[in-house]
Nanobody, 121 residues
Framework: QVQVVESGGGLVQAGGSLRLSCVAS????????MTWYRQAPGNERELVAAVITGGSTNYGDSVKGRFTISRDNAKNTVYLQMNSLKPEDTGVYYCNVVVRRGLSLRTYDYWGQGTQVTVSS
């Protein structure tokens, strides 16, 4: 099995910064993609940022220019640096990891429990 654990959430004032971390561990042969999603109360879960094998990144429109995703392959860890935070960034941030568990090309995806980010105005 694979475990995914997020950390780094908290309460911050508008304009401030936070850095989230997500660590994947367990039966991992390789990681294909690591993605941050968020969900605010009453809203659907939305993509925040993703990084895939090779280092290509993708961002949601609302966070472009403010958030940066990075990955440490040796530690199976992905980070989300969030700057210039706004109240609308408030929500639970989830990490999703797509992995291969062996030589097979089959992939599996796993979710963390989420970490709360609250931005006050």
């Amino acid at each position: 099995q694979v475990q995914v654990v997020e950390s780094g959430g908290g309460l911050v004032q508008a304009g401030g910064s936070l850095r989230l971390s997500c660590v994947a561990s367990g039966s991992i042969f390789s990681i294909s993609a690591m993605t941050w999603y968020r969900q605010a109360p009453g809203n659907e879960r939305e993509l925040v940022a993703a990084v895939i094998t090779g280092g290509s990144t993708n961002y949601g429109d609302s966070v472009k220019g403010r958030f940066t995703i990075s990955r440490d392959n040796a530690k199976n860890t992905v980070y989300l640096q969030m700057n210039s935070l706004k109240p609308e960034d408030t929500g639970v941030y989830y990490c999703n990891v797509v992995v291969r568990r062996g030589l097979s090309l089959r992939t599996y995806d796993y979710w963390g429990q989420g970490t709360q980010v609250t931005v006050s105005s």
